[in-house]
Every structure is written in structure tokens, then in C-alpha cells.
């Protein structure tokens, strides 16, 4: 009979950033809190650990650290336990991991980052990770296209980690990029001290040169990952997830479901369980409403659309492959494509839809 691997019970969500990059939105608005279709990115990360198993979180916590404790709570909601690390000095991925040990009493764990999003199923890679015995493992994703604005990551012949931007140890036989989800053992925190400093360049430099048979890269396959951790990739990540929708994306439409609490009322048009779509106005899927948008007469909104919660639509607005955060407010006759509404901000995104 087959041995049943040993599951992974915890896993940590790195939630203390100062989100510069999705500036102004975060100034008032943590990261992890800034909504993708209308869902807090944490939520997305909380999914994905569950899916794989994952019963217990810790997150750390440094900007505007309140908020999301208010927003998580202790977890329940979400059939999960929560812990929070606060951290009074940033002390990036590397030193925020080390100050979270207690947490993990010498199990393995997954850490993600809060600023993507992915449908992946992460079981195939537990497995292959424990049948490696890896130390640490990060999962990596090939995409030509994105290669070109981040760092490569390489592996050699046999999956091991040989290529990171600040070393090389051999010559890689595949590259991609990480994307912020590593599976680590309890031994990595040996590598980590409680200073400012980042995992990247701290752990895996050290094992790729000292313990290079426990150190792996695997690969997404058959899988989408965006980036939404700065704005204009935020808003075609945006783009690229309604149009996942709109094909029957089942995790994605299971998390919309679940964690977000929406309901889809007509065929690519979702909105909250007690929301009512408006009868004023031109709708087109896909396309999310929020709870308490006011939309006046003779609007079309949509295709691509989102209106966040409590936004503001006045008479005879048009809108199409637009993003309109919280509270947002639209004046009348505006007929806006390919753009970020942030308040009373217009932020256009052209160059994102380009790129």
C-alpha cells in the first residue's frame, strides 16, 4: 500500500507591506485589503492555502496593521484559525518568517505572498516537495511574456534551484518566475534571524550553495498567476480574472462564492447574495456590482466592468473594461474604457493594457 504523505496544516501570509507600488490606494487601504473583484487579495491567499489544506495562518502585520486584523478577525469566518505577527520595524520576508517561528512548532508550512492570484492546486506540489525531501521549494511560472519585466529563476536538469538573480550556482536548463508561494521545513529558520531581510536573498543563496540536493523550483502548469501588486498589472489582472469568470473558471467561481459572499444573478453579471441589480441601467457580463452602489438613469456599464461597494454612478455613464474601487465617485456623461477609478480619481491604464 502507498505511504500517504503527511499533511500540511499551517502556513503564513506576508501582509506587513507598505504597498507602495498601489500608491494612493494605500494610504488608506492595506494591501492585503485592496479588493480584486470586489474580494480582499488576503481572501484569494486564504483560499488557496485552504485548498491545499491549510487550516491555520499566521499573517504579519506592520501598515495600517488594525484593518485587517478587524477584517480577518480570528478566522472562523472562513473556517480557518488566524494568528498575527505585528511587527513594530518592517523586517521583510526573511526577518518576518523568523519572528513567526513559535508559530509553526517544527512543521512544515506554505508562505505565500498577498499580491497574486492563481487557480493552481498546490497538493501535486506538497507531494512533490516531500518526495524530494526539499528544504525549501519555490513554485515557479513560465510565461514568456511576463519574463520579460521580472527576475528569472532557474532550476537545473533535476528540478533543483540553481539560478537566482544574485547567484548562480550552475547553469539552468529552465527559467521562470516566482511567484510568491515557497514550501518550506522547519530547518529554514536555522538560515533566518529577526533583522530586516529578505528570504530570496538570505535562504535560498545559502542552501543552493551548502545543501543544493534539499533545495527545489517547481513549475505551474496549465495555470494562470497575475500579479497584483502594483497598479497597472492590479487592473489587468483584473481584466484577465473576468475573463476567466466568464469562461467557467470553477475555482475562481467556487471563491467568488465562498469567500466573497457574491451570488451570480444573471448569466456573467455577480453581485452580492442581498444585492439587487439595478433595472435602470445597460448591463453586459462579465461584470461585478458591489453593495450600496447608487447607478443613475441610462447607464451602460460593462463589458469588464466592477463597481466597487458604495461607488456613486451619475446619469448616462459609460463604462467598459473599467475598475472602480470603494466609494468611488463618477460624474455624469462620462464615458470612460481602460481605466482605474480610485475615489474621484481617474487613473487611466492604457500603457497596462499595452503591456
Same mark, same amino acid.
Given at each position: 500500500?502507498?505511504?500517504?504523505?503527511?499533511?500540511?496544516?499551517?502556513?503564513?501570509?506576508?501582509?506587513?507591506? !507598505?504597498?507602495?507600488?498601489?500608491?494612493?490606494?494605500?494610504?488608506?487601504?492595506?494591501?492585503?485589503?485592496?479588493?480584486?473583484?470586489?474580494?480582499?487579495?488576503?481572501?484569494?491567499?486564504?483560499?488557496?492555502?485552504? /485548498?491545499?489544506?491549510?487550516?491555520?495562518? +499566521?499573517?504579519?502585520?506592520?501598515?495600517?496593521?488594525?484593518? +485587517?486584523?478587524?477584517?480577518?478577525?480570528?478566522?472562523?469566518?472562513?473556517?480557518?484559525?488566524?494568528?498575527?505577527?505585528?511587527?513594530?520595524?518592517?523586517?521583510?520576508?526573511?526577518?518576518?518568517?523568523?519572528?513567526?517561528?513559535? %508559530?509553526?512548532?517544527?512543521?512544515? %508550512?506554505?508562505?505565500?505572498?498577498?499580491?497574486?492570484?492563481?487557480?493552481?492546486?498546490?497538493?501535486?506540489?506538497?507531494?512533490?516537495?516531500?518526495?524530494?525531501?526539499?528544504?525549501?521549494?519555490?513554485?515557479? &511560472?513560465?510565461?514568456?511574456?511576463?519574463?520579460?519585466?521580472?527576475?528569472?529563476?532557474?532550476?537545473?536538469?533535476?528540478?533543483?534551484?540553481?539560478?537566482?538573480?544574485?547567484?548562480?550556482?550552475?547553469?539552468?536548463?529552465?527559467?521562470?518566475?516566482?511567484?510568491?508561494?515557497? +514550501?518550506?521545513?522547519?530547518?529554514?529558520?536555522?538560515?533566518?534571524?529577526?533583522?530586516?531581510?529578505?528570504?530570496?536573498?538570505?535562504?535560498?543563496?545559502? !542552501?543552493?550553495?551548502?545543501?543544493?540536493?534539499?533545495?527545489?523550483? %517547481?513549475?505551474?502548469?496549465?495555470?494562470? &498567476?497575475?500579479?497584483?501588486?502594483?497598479?497597472?498589472?492590479? &487592473?489587468?489582472?483584473?481584466?484577465?480574472?473576468?475573463?476567466?469568470?466568464?469562461?467557467?473558471?470553477? =475555482?475562481?467561481?467556487? %471563491?467568488?462564492?465562498?469567500?466573497?459572499?457574491?451570488?451570480?444573478?444573471?448569466?456573467?453579471? &455577480?453581485?452580492?447574495?442581498?444585492?439587487? !441589480?439595478?433595472?435602470?441601467?445597460?448591463?453586459?457580463?462579465?461584470?461585478? !456590482?458591489?453593495?450600496?452602489?447608487?447607478?443613475?438613469? /441610462?447607464?451602460?456599464?460593462?463589458?469588464?466592468?466592477?463597481?466597487?461597494?458604495?461607488?456613486? +454612478?451619475?446619469?448616462?455613464?459609460?463604462?467598459?473594461?473599467?475598475?472602480?474601487?470603494?466609494?468611488? /465617485?463618477?460624474?455624469?456623461?462620462?464615458?470612460?474604457?481602460?481605466?482605474?477609478?480610485?475615489?474621484?480619481?481617474?487613473? =487611466?491604464?492604457?500603457?497596462?493594457?499595452?503591456?
Amino acid at each position: 500500500m502507498k505511504k500517504q504523505m503527511p499533511e500540511i496544516r499551517k502556513g503564513m501570509i506576508l501582509a506587513a507591506g !507598505l504597498g507602495t507600488r498601489l500608491l494612493p490606494i494605500t494610504e488608506k487601504v492595506p494591501k492585503p485589503l485592496v479588493p480584486v473583484l470586489n474580494v480582499a487579495n488576503v481572501l484569494y491567499g486564504l483560499f488557496l492555502l485552504k /485548498r491545499s489544506g491549510v487550516g491555520e495562518v +499566521i499573517l504579519n502585520l506592520h501598515h495600517l496593521p488594525d484593518c +485587517i486584523r478587524d477584517f480577518l478577525g480570528d478566522g472562523s469566518e472562513w473556517g480557518m484559525r488566524i494568528e498575527y505577527s505585528q511587527e513594530t520595524l518592517l523586517l521583510g520576508t526573511g526577518g518576518g518568517l523568523k519572528k513567526a517561528q513559535p %508559530f509553526f512548532e517544527k512543521e512544515p %508550512f506554505i508562505l505565500v505572498n498577498c499580491d497574486f492570484i492563481t487557480h493552481a492546486d498546490l497538493k501535486p506540489f506538497l507531494r512533490k516537495h516531500q518526495t524530494h525531501r526539499s528544504l525549501a521549494s519555490m513554485i515557479l &511560472w513560465e510565461n514568456a511574456q511576463a519574463q520579460a519585466f521580472y527576475s528569472k529563476v532557474g532550476i537545473d536538469g533535476d528540478g533543483r534551484l540553481c539560478s537566482l538573480p544574485l547567484v548562480t550556482t550552475r547553469e539552468p536548463v529552465r527559467t521562470g518566475i516566482f511567484t510568491g508561494i515557497h +514550501i518550506l521545513e522547519p530547518e529554514v529558520f536555522d538560515y533566518l534571524e529577526e533583522v530586516p531581510s529578505g528570504i530570496n536573498q538570505v535562504l535560498y543563496p545559502a !542552501l543552493m550553495r551548502e545543501k543544493e540536493n534539499r533545495c527545489y523550483g %517547481f513549475f505551474l502548469e496549465n495555470a494562470y &498567476w497575475h500579479d497584483t501588486g502594483e497598479l497597472p498589472t492590479f &487592473w489587468s489582472a483584473s481584466m484577465k480574472l473576468l475573463e476567466a469568470l466568464q469562461s467557467g473558471d470553477g =475555482p475562481l467561481r467556487e %471563491f467568488l462564492k465562498t469567500f466573497g459572499k457574491y451570488e451570480e444573478k444573471k448569466p456573467g453579471i &455577480w453581485a452580492p447574495a442581498g444585492t439587487a !441589480l439595478p433595472t435602470n441601467a445597460t448591463l453586459h457580463a462579465p461584470l461585478i !456590482l458591489g453593495e450600496n452602489c447608487k447607478i443613475g438613469e /441610462r447607464c451602460t456599464l460593462g463589458p469588464y466592468t466592477v463597481l466597487g461597494d458604495g461607488s456613486e +454612478i451619475a446619469d448616462e455613464v459609460s463604462l467598459t473594461k473599467f475598475v472602480a474601487l470603494k466609494n468611488s /465617485r463618477i460624474p455624469a456623461y462620462q464615458v470612460s474604457g481602460n481605466a482605474l477609478q480610485f475615489e474621484e480619481r481617474l487613473i =487611466p491604464m492604457d500603457k497596462a493594457l499595452k503591456a
